[in-house]
């Protein structure tokens, strides 16, 4: 009998362990629902486990993309379609209107790299010039989003993500006193300019299914390459 007894007071308390670490995780999962697979992106949350493949999945839901672009207070419009051939071309287009500038001006891109481009913004690109530099970013200069072109601009093979304007390729920063960061000049700068550079691009790491950097090739030794392959429908990213 003493035995018995024993035995149930141990599975009564193995139960009350489990549903208090039950009720733990759902409170957790309820309060932070960026950290769980089933939940609708929203652009308001902090990142979370599950944003990037969220992110993603925006490809394939242009109304959705561009409705939360809308929730998120921003002034981005969609752009007209454009299509050239059967491999290049969009129809998710946007055109970002931001507190940052972008230069060249009236840049389209997709609407996943729209989204993924503001949570930057928000969480990383800003920050972390405050951090080094004690200033926002003002202006973002670029070398476009939409070329139709293949991999490297070989004559053939897969088709980059350019091509329907899923990538862009950020050139430098300038700040707003006008101080400026090239990627081309500053990356291997080991202050300030540097490290900044470094963080946009390891910041960007979580929000973007490919990201690629002078550390990578000599092909990118001028630019930080951001893109949303489907690929990172699994959460993970190519970061180099």
């Known amino acids: 009998m003493a035995r018995l007894i024993r035995t149930a007071i141990v599975w009564l308390i193995v139960l009350g362990l489990s549903m208090i670490l039950y009720l733990a995780a759902r409170d957790h999962l309820r309060r932070h629902p960026q950290d769980v697979p089933w939940t609708q992106l929203s652009l308001a949350d902090p990142q979370g486990i599950f944003t990037l493949r969220k992110l993603v999945g925006l490809r394939d839901d242009t109304a959705r ?3 939360l672009i809308e929730a998120a207070g921003l002034d981005d419009r969609p752009a007209p379609p454009r299509r050239r051939g059967p491999d290049c071309g969009y129809a998710n287009g946007m055109r970002l209107q931001r507190d940052v500038d972008f230069a060249p001006a009236g840049l389209v891109t997709a609407c996943p790299v729209a989204a993924a481009l503001h949570l930057l913004e928000r969480d990383v690109l800003h ?8 200033q926002p970013v003002r202006t973002i200069d670029h070398a476009g989003s939409y070329t139709c ?13 350019h091509a329907t304007a899923n990538a862009l390729d950020i050139l430098g920063l300038r700040l707003a006193d006008g101080t ?10 080991p202050g300030p300019k540097g490290r900044l550079l470094r963080e946009v691009r ?3 790491c979580g929000l973007f299914a490919t990201v690629l950097s002078p550390d990578y090739n000599e092909a990118h030794r001028d630019h930080l390459h951001f893109d949303m392959a489907s690929r990172g429908r699994s959460g993970f990213s190519v970061c180099r």
């Open 127 to 134: 920050a972390a010039a405050m951090r080094h530099f004690g």
């Open 202 to 204: 390891d910041g960007a």
């Open 149 to 161: 072109r293949r991999l490297y601009a070989r004559a053939d093979g897969p088709f980059s993500e």
């Open 65 to 67: 993309c561009r409705a």
């Open 180 to 189: 400026s960061v090239s990627v081309l000049r500053d990356w291997s700068d």
